[in-house]
């Protein structure tokens, strides 16, 4: 499959996600069933993995969007972040970040640094995905769904250049 400029492959399937989700929202049903919980969406990329976990959690919640941006046309980070942050209602509540990926943990690491400004009582991360390899950045990550080697992927709400968002697998550049 092309998009743009570069060649993909199937990698994740639709299947293989979905259970995925299923496993993180048993791990955080557990967890938090018993609390008051404020999900922040990070947006763009997060929007189609949280719109399947948020549906499989069994507590009601509170839902925050956040929008954060750290590539163009590119398929490295940058590593500049760029958050656009409201005025979040998180003072004295526990929070669980939902991201598509974690790479350099560069972003991450921002957004929670920005929330921590708002005094939340906790604040926790999930990501679909994970590259481990990539990291630049120490981060904590309790709710992780897939770890990969360091390869660009597209789908499932992860963009190259804007397209390929809506795929409902996931696919790994080849060239
Ligand atoms: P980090 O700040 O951890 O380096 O990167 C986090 C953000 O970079 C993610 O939210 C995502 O938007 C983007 N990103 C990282 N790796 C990939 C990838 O393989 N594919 C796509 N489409 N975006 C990625």
Redesign the pocket.
Known sequence: MQIHDKNFEIFITADEIQSTIKKLAGLINLDYSDKELVLVI?L???FIFAADLVRSLNFQSQIELLS????GKE?T?S?N?EISLPNLNIKGKHVLII????????????VKSALNKFGPLSIEITTL?S?PA???IE?DVKYIGIE?PP????GFG???AEH?RNLPDIYA?TS
């Open positions: 990070i763009k990329g997060a954060a941006k750290s590539y398929i980070s590593g972040v991201e598509d990926i974690v790479d350099t943990g560069l972003t991450l690491s921002s995905i590259k990539m990291r630049k981060i990969i390869v660009f992927i597209v992860l963009d190259y390929g550049i």
